[in-house]
């Protein structure tokens, strides 16, 4: 067996992505559900991202992940459009609830106008702010 470092490094995309992966395969062999799929919306200024949602769909929960808006793009219904266009396309996956996480000084406000709730919270994560876990029913597409 090769020795093992366990000391902290800087991880690529790739090594990352393998634990995805890794986690996932357990997951979906543990539930017999596997149909995981990435989710994402981005909208470009030229070849520059300026805003952006991306998550995943699985076992009927869409979990958002990563929500940004360029501060000169904020105010203008983007960010309202880049949520829409991802519940829509969560429902069409047959997802019946979204979550995700916020911090106390991002969006919370945001989520709670389209529908989103606070069901837990962190306190002191960062310190002196809190990490809100929240979520989205579906109702279901008829």
Known sequence: MSEIALC?????????QYLEDR???FNSSATGIADGEWL??????????V??????TWGGTCELRQFWVEQSQRNRGLG???FRAAEQEA????????????FSFQAPSFYERHGFEVVATIEDHPRGHRNLLMRKRL???S
Not at 8 to 16: A, H, R, S, Y
Not at 92 to 100: D, F, H, K
């Open 23 to 25: 986690i996932y395969e």
């Open 40 to 49: 994402a919306f981005f909208v470009r200024d030229q070849e520059r991202i």
């Open 80 to 82: 309202t459009k880049l």
């Open 139 to 141: 109702a279901p597409t």
């Open 51 to 56: 805003a952006g949602i991306c998550g995943n």
């Open 8 to 16: 902290p490094v800087d991880p690529t995309p790739d090594d990352v």
């Open 91 to 102: 429902r069409r996956r047959g997802c019946t609830q979204i979550v995700l996480m916020t």
